[in-house]
């Protein structure tokens, strides 16, 4: 039987979507599997911090969360606002008050949406929000880790303290080493 072109092309469609279909339901582990390149959020918040992208950096600490909830997950998120409260306080003791203004920028980013409409705050002024704000971001998660577990908490602030004591000048563009954000990565 000779079954006409236009129904063979339809046909033909027809099968290519079913395996479409079917390869888009796959595991979520195979598909992990096949995405090499995609690090975990640890990973990439390490990678934020040392670049100054603290907006994605407190981002990626949130996904980890998500994904991993316990107290050292909650404790990250604290240092990432630690983290960046110190690059401001430090950027204000420099007056480098340019920077505080980018860095303001750099936390309400929208994307292209900043291109046509940007976000205009004057740097001093940014400063003090950016602040309160990390204040009571990191208040309210202090408060959830130490729920889960308040010394296991407080034996992680130990490590943040021997990490600015030891790098008094930049100690908020890393994680302290003890940590290893690349391989404990969802812990």
């Not at 979520?28 to 911090?49: C, D, F, Q, T």
């Not at 602030?157 to 290893?180: F, M, T, Y």
Request: with cysteine.
């Amino acid at each position: 039987m000779t079954v006409p072109e236009p129904f063979r092309t339809i046909h033909l469609s027809l099968l290519v979507l079913l395996v479409g279909w079917c390869l888009t339901g796959t595991d979520s582990s195979v598909a992990e599997h096949s995405m090499p390149n995609v690090r975990p959020p640890l990973a990439r918040a390490k990678v934020y911090l040392a670049a100054g992208d603290y907006r994605r950096a407190i981002e990626a600490c949130q996904m980890n969360i998500d994904h991993a909830p316990s107290v050292t997950s909650y404790v990250y998120l604290i240092y990432v606002y630690h983290a960046l409260d110190g690059y401001l306080e430090s950027l204000a003791k420099r007056d480098e008050w340019v920077k505080v203004g980018q860095l303001s920028l750099s936390m309400v980013n929208r994307g292209t949406m900043d291109l046509v409409d940007p976000p205009d705050l004057l740097a001093r002024m940014a400063k003090e929000l950016l602040h309160e704000g990390i204040r009571q971001q990191y208040d309210v998660v202090a408060g959830m880790a130490n729920r889960l577990d308040k010394a296991r908490a407080d034996e992680l602030w130990l490590e943040v303290r021997a990490w600015e004591k030891a790098r008094p000048d930049n100690w908020w563009a890393g994680v302290p080493e003890p940590w290893q954000w690349e391989e404990n990565a969802g812990r």
